[in-house]
Each structure stands twice: as C-alpha cells, then as structure tokens.
C-alpha cells in the first residue's frame, strides 16, 4: 500500500537512519546492560527498539510495550500528562506490527490512542484516526477507512487532513477515477501543517493530470507543487521533499515529451548473423523470417502510421494499446529474411501521428553484413 507521510521520528531521512540503527545494533550485542529500564534512556532503547524492528526481531515488542507501560505510569504520577516518549513509542510498537503483517494489533494501537487524545491532544487524535484509516484500507475495510478519514477531515490539525486527502485521491486515481481525485485535492485545507501537505497534494493533481494526456494542467499543479515548497520551508524528512521532486521529475518528463513526442525502444534496431543458424544464412533461397518488435511510446494514445525507406523490410503496426504508468505504448513488428541478413541491408522507419503529423520518431534498422571465413559474427 503507497503511502505519503510516514510518522515515526526520521523514518524519511534515510542516511541519518541508517547510521542511527547501525549504533542501536552495536550496542544491543555489546552493551546491553545499558538497556536496562532507567529515568534517563528511553531515547537510547527506542532507537535499539528500532534496529530489532528492521530485524523483525520480537524483542522490539517486548522493549516497546515496556517504554508504553512506563509512560502510562508517568502519567499517573503527572495528573494524566504523558511522557514524552510514549507516542513515539506508541508509533515505533504499531509500525512494528505493520511489518510483521499483524493490521489488526496496529489497528487497536491507534484507537485506543484515538479514543484517550480525542480530549486532550487535537494533533494526535488525528495522527491517530489517519492511521487507524489506513490500517482498515490495508485490512479491506472501506466503511471502516471511510469514518476515521471523515474524523479527520473534521479535525483541527491541517497536516493529517491533508494526508487524508492524498490517501483517498490517490486511491481513486489508480482505479481511474480522476474527477474525484481532483475534486478531493481541490479542497481548501486549513490548520497546522496545511502548507506543507498542499505540496503533496499539488503534486498528486499534477500525475492525475498527466495520466489524462492534460498536460498544461499537469505543468501548472506541478508547479505549484514547487512554489508551495518554497513557501512551506519544508525540511522536516516527512516526505514532503520527496512530493516535491516528484513533482520536478513530472515537470521533466513533459519536457521530455516536448521535445521526443514519439519515443522507440531500442533507438537503433540491429539484424545480427549471431540471430541465424550458418547452415540457415548460407543456404540459397531460404526465406526463413527474422521478427523482432519495438516498443514506440506517447504520452496519450493516437493513431500512427509506420513507414520504410527499403520496401525489403516488412513493417507491421500491431494492434492494441498498453496504458503505463506514465505513457501510452504500442509495438511495431520488422521482420526480415535469414538471407537479407546475411546479405546486408539497412533502413529508416519513420513512424508518425496520422492525428498530428508534425510528431513523428524515426527508427535505423541494419543487418550485419556476412562476415569473411574465419571472422566471428558481430
């Protein structure tokens, strides 16, 4: 399941992360009575709680719930204030869950965490409920997902309310549902942290506007993706950077496409006598074919007409249209004899949009010459 918006300290900082889990490992094999329970080391056993949880290793449970049960006693003694590591915490135990493919206990984690903030603290009832959506999207239960991203819509922190939105559009965008993704990422969202969700959801319209072939549409969201960027000052590692490049690479592509409308795969098509038989190549009148494909690539799907300047090559249009990610591909067939390879030939394809007919690719066909005794084939 794609997600935008990880909540665990740093999960988006990938360097920091991975030097911080290669100390935590460290020291839980050659330190580990610095691990016993103290006033003092809760930051050092979550970050070890979190080298066990890459590891899918059980003794992050064990380390995790015993930091959660020494928070809930804090608060106790605190008039009901928690300690400072207990939803850190709290989040580090439901990834855990998450990666050991156990939803359900993720799941109860954040409602509980729903149900005991939904007085106090605005921001993590609605950190919460967000999690507690997408927990049931991963477990299938729509009417589920559907109430707690309503919670959150209705909630105070602009952050989550934003991730929520992402969730859903996306969601409709990969079942083709476009005009209810862009009315979803249209919405105005208010509160803290709303500035830097509209960067994601900017970028998000963009794709969805790409994937429609409405490409001036797609520049200008993604544009605004950067400028929101710039505004936001995102620097946090929540992925807001990410949405961001998503956004600069999706402004390269249409760039792209700009300048090669119609783009081949390979560029150069190469016949070689390494593809044929010797016995086949130099037995007289041997009309054997040689068929090899080319992947020929738009953004949006128009008809195209494919041509040679050597009537020796057969050329085939074939039929039918495969949507990508990110274009639209259709495949043309050459074929050529074992004897026009062995004799040598080349050709130039023009393949071009009957719609529009300034878009056009062109493609080099060459077979190998025969090459002279002793000599190896290229």
């Avoid at 080298?51 to 006693?73: C, I, N, S, V």
């Amino acid at each position: 399941m794609l997600r935008w918006g990880g909540i665990v300290d740093g999960e988006g900082q990938t360097e920091n992360k991975k030097l911080r889990l290669s100390l935590a490992g460290l020291i839980a094999t050659s330190a580990p009575d610095l691990l016993k329970p103290a006033s003092d080391n809760q930051n050092l056993r979550m970050a070890v709680a979190d080298y066990f949880r890459e590891q899918k290793d059980p003794r992050a449970e064990t380390m995790l719930r015993q930091l959660l049960d020494e928070g809930g006693a804090d608060a106790q003694k605190n008039g009901g204030r928690r300690a400072w590591y207990y939803e850190p915490t709290l989040n580090r135990l439901a990834e855990f869950y998450r990666k050991m493919e156990q939803p359900q206990k993720a799941q109860a984690l954040y409602e509980q965490e729903e149900r005991d903030t939904a007085q106090k603290d605005a921001i993590a009832s609605s950190v919460a409920a967000l999690e507690v959506a997408r927990l049931s999207t991963l477990i299938g239960d729509e009417a589920g997902a559907k109430a707690s991203y309503a919670r959150v819509a209705r909630g105070s922190y602009g952050w989550a309310a934003g991730l929520a939105i992402w969730d859903q559009a996306n969601a409709l965008i990969e079942k083709k549902q476009h005009e209810a993704a862009r009315q979803l990422l249209k919405q105005p969202i208010v509160g803290q942290g709303a500035d830097k969700a509209r960067v994601g959801l900017s970028a998000l319209l963009a794709l969805s506007y790409y994937r429609t072939g409405e490409i001036a549409e797609a520049r200008q969201a993604a544009l605004l993706a950067l400028e929101q960027e710039k505004i936001s000052e995102a620097r946090d590692g929540r992925g807001i950077l990410e949405q961001a490049q998503s956004a600069r690479e999706l402004l390269e592509r249409l760039d792209g496409w700009q300048k090669t409308p119609i783009q081949t795969e390979p560029g150069e098509l190469r016949f070689s006598l390494a593809d044929v038989a010797p016995e086949v190549a130099q037995t007289p009148g041997a009309n054997d074919l040689r068929v090899r494909r080319v992947a020929v690539r738009m953004l949006t799907a128009e008809p195209l007409q494919v041509s040679s300047d050597n009537p020796a090559v057969q050329v085939r249009l074939l039929n039918g249209v495969e949507k990508e990610p990110f274009a639209v591909k259709r495949e043309i067939e050459i074929s050529l004899s074992h004897q026009q390879i062995a004799q040598g030939l080349s050709a130039n394809l023009t393949i071009r949009s009957t719609q529009n007919p300034e878009k056009s690719a062109r493609l080099r066909v060459v077979a190998s010459e025969l090459p002279k005794a002793g000599q190896a084939a290229p």
